[in-house]
């Protein structure tokens, strides 16, 4: 079984703060996301990473950045929380290629920006 | 006009009813398609991925793909509360970009 697992489940920051998401994946697949998930919005892609050290921008980068150092981790990192940033956050890795393209998230982090 | 259209809900229907969840698409590109399930405050799970067009199924649940009319569904048969739920359809090209495409996801109650 795929398993994909994130640092915390909940997190409450203070507006300002730098937060750190840690998200690991335990398939050796090529593919991670960041999405945040708001009532109304569904899922917005923030980044994502195809490789080790490469990303690219989603639809929502702004006020977020990513790293990518081991194939299995892929870190979001808020560089000064804002109560904008409240939110859940879902973590997701893929493979992509020989017919296998599907994707699995992780548990979420319900992150509270005070 | 949205790339994905899901039907909001909620949708409740009595426990053993059949279920039928669907998704419209305007891209004829797309070529593989997902459906998860998302408990309240929960990660979306993945039940049914498929790839191109036809019929899938897996225990209670199918998955159906009509490209023609760039359609999707997802049925459960005897529906039980426990998969009271959002349901929600995703949808990727496979080629040019890794980006997934989801819906908004429908609301499932199933009644005891």
């Known amino acids: 079984d795929v398993k994909v697992t994130q640092s915390s489940r909940y997190l409450v920051k203070r507006t300002g703060e730098k937060v750190f998401l840690e998200c690991v994946q335990d398939?050796?697949?090529?593919?991670m996301f960041w999405y945040r998930q708001d009532p109304g919005l569904g899922l917005r892609l923030i980044y994502f990473?195809?490789?080790?050290?490469?990303?690219e921008k989603g639809d929502i980068p702004e006020g977020y950045s990513v790293s990518r150092e081991k194939k299995e981790r892929f870190s979001l990192i808020l560089e000064s929380a804002s109560t904008n940033q409240t939110s859940m956050y879902l973590c997701?890795?893929?493979?992509?290629?020989?017919?296998?393209?599907?994707?699995?998230f992780g548990p979420g982090t319900r992150l509270t920006v005070t | 006009q949205k790339e994905v259209e899901q039907d909001p809900g909620p949708l409740s229907v009595p426990e053993g009813a059949i279920v039928s969840l669907n998704c419209t698409y305007s891209?004829?590109?797309?070529?593989?398609f997902m459906w998860y399930r998302q408990y309240s405050r929960k990660g979306p799970e993945l039940l049914m991925y498929?790839?191109?067009?036809g019929n899938k199924e897996d225990g209670r649940f199918t998955a159906q793909v009509d490209k023609s009319s760039k359609y999707i569904s997802l049925f459960i048969r005897d529906s039980q509360p426990s998969d009271s739920a959002t349901y929600l359809c995703?949808?990727?090209?496979?080629?040019?970009?890794?980006?997934?495409?989801f819906g908004t996801g429908t609301r499932l109650k199933v009644l005891a």
């Open positions: 997701a890795s893929s493979l992509w290629g020989s017919s296998s393209y599907e994707q699995y």
């Open positions: 398939m050796d697949h090529e593919n």
């Open positions: 990473s195809y490789d080790v050290k490469m990303k």
């Open positions: 891209n004829s590109a797309f070529q593989y």
């Open positions: 498929t790839y191109s067009s």
């Open positions: 995703a949808m990727t090209i496979t080629s040019g970009t890794y980006k997934y495409i």
